[in-house]
């Protein structure tokens, strides 16, 4: 988690992009160009998807430390979708951003190898190790216990990377489960205990393992709550902005020293010529000037401007 | 799931056959011929695993009702991987097969709408909807809550396909937060009611709705329980084999008429020539011959033969 904070530090901004790049969200311009290129096809949809992350990439990349593409909005468009993912990854890590993929993934040991593998890790053919995904950080579930994280630790670990569990979503639905109580703790703090558990071999430099925690922009109450209680668990807080998060909600994420969590906007950035009531083909500008407001506004809720 | 179940009646084996193509499993004879056209590249394992997989296919098609791809298998080997699923799907559908997709997919409701787009729906690009993986069903994991199901439920009655959501998974660590009460109910108990909930407007003329259950065969009391106490969710029940269930072990999944589960061997069935003490090479003899075994052994168990 210290390649994370440190590009959070050195840009004086916790924020994530979230890079969801739904199809009405691309600028007609791009997409018909690569229509009248490719016809009305997966691929054609693939190759918009990129230029329009490009052009976000360019847009924040002196501004933020982080992108986070979110995995079904690159499946959605098949192999072509995963190969726009492949090209978004690189081209991010080129400009010196931290890429979490959000693939909250999960099964058991021998297949969570496989994701393990796929999104932090190498793969064998024969005696070459070739890099596949190569992401920093992967979103997981936990639902299944100890023996579907174990794999991913070891390649933390040997690649140096990290994963975040879901602990407590951002969706209105999110306590239906996970607020229940058993005994006097509910699910969702069970398994933030959980990540502090699997993450204590792994504390970096700034006090934080490679075993960060979703906790949604949403709750802001049950946020405060667990970074108290999860002192060692780095937090990616989703639902800021076009979920309803604003950034005083979001405070009682962090800790004493302004660290301990980053914040995703997608939408709201992503799309931030909408609420800005501008073209679609200035979207890169309105992105540049909501991640702008938006380090701002966060930094000024936790007291470091 | 009324398709699944006539596929199962048909054949007269509840059996699925998991595609989990681990690069170790497929024999040298496939790997050499296409490493030696592409190189050592993701590209060159992609074309492995399509062609291990159809003669896996070929080998079993008149056997059994169904197969499950694991998505981490494919996802392991990036965008050529996922080309390599594609295929695997089209091709086993095209064989009269029944097509999981296990994924384990879970996220908010806007997202989860994505993942039901690419794995049971259709893509709206211009005026065209396209198909992009097109499988018959999907696994999700239900900790988010109702609305990251619904979305799924939409597509799944929009387009007549099933989603598996997991309850009680097969893996030593699954009781450590399923296995956990809250008040006199354990969290798995509580996600099978919420099938039960998801499920009860789509129940179709067997009596069993479309949102089944994953639930593990290496935990055979809590199968029969559940089986019991969930008359409407239609269960895929994984653990069978190389991870130590037995045909007695799963029989507590079914009814009184013998239906209402499908049990899956994924490595069991692959390598079946490893167990057999046979070359590698005679893998799809060996697949046959366990496929005919395993469907025997069930049949025996639940009273059907």
Redesign the interface.
């Known amino acids: 988690m210290d390649r994370l904070i440190e590009k959070i530090v050195e840009k004086n901004n916790p924020t994530v992009v979230g890079l ?1 790049p ?2 009405d969200f691309i600028p007609e311009s791009i997409k018909r160009k690569h ?1 009248e290129e490719d016809g ?3 691929n ?2 693939a190759k918009s998807i990129f230029e329009f992350n490009k052009k976000i990439i360019d847009a924040v990349e002196d501004i933020v430390p982080a992108v986070k593409p ?1 995995m ?2 690159y ?6 979708g ?2 726009a ?2 090209k978004t990854v690189k081209y991010a890590q080129l400009k010196g951003l931290y890429v979490i993929a ?1 693939g ?6 021998s ?2 190898t ?2 393990a ?3 932090l890790g190498k ?1 064998k ?4 190790a ?1 890099e ?2 190569g992401t920093d950080a992967l979103t997981v ?8 994280i174990n794999p991913l630790l070891k390649t933390c670990v040997e690649f140096n990377k990290s994963i975040f569990v ?1 602990v407590k ?10 607020d ?3 005994g006097k703790t509910s ?1 969702y703090e ?2 933030g205990d ?1 990540c502090e558990v699997w993450g204590k071999e792994t504390i970096g430099e700034y006090g934080y393992s490679k075993v960060g925690a979703v906790v949604g922009a949403t709750y802001p109450e049950q946020l405060t709550t667990l970074r108290q209680r999860l002192p060692h668990t780095f937090f990616l807080v ?1 639902g800021y902005g076009a ?1 309803g998060g604003a950034a005083d909600s979001v405070k009682g994420a962090f800790d004493k020293d302004g660290l301990g969590a980053i914040v995703n906007s997608s939408r709201g950035i992503m799309c931030a010529y909408t609420a800005q009531n501008r073209p679609a083909e200035d979207f890169e500008e309105c992105a540049r000037t909501e991640a702008i407001n938006m380090r701002n506004a966060l930094n000024k809720a936790i007291g470091r401007l």
């Open positions: 969801d739904n199809l229509f009305c096809t997966l054609a949809v979110q079904a909005y499946e959605m468009f098949g192999h072509h995963i190969l993912f492949e959000d909250k993934r999960n099964d058991i040991g297949t969570m496989a994701y593998t796929a999104f793969i053919i024969s005696d070459i070739a596949v995904f579930n936990g639902y299944l216990g100890t023996d579907c879901l979503t951002s969706n209105p639905s999110s306590g239906e489960l996970q229940r109580l058993m699910l069970i398994m959980y989703p979920q």
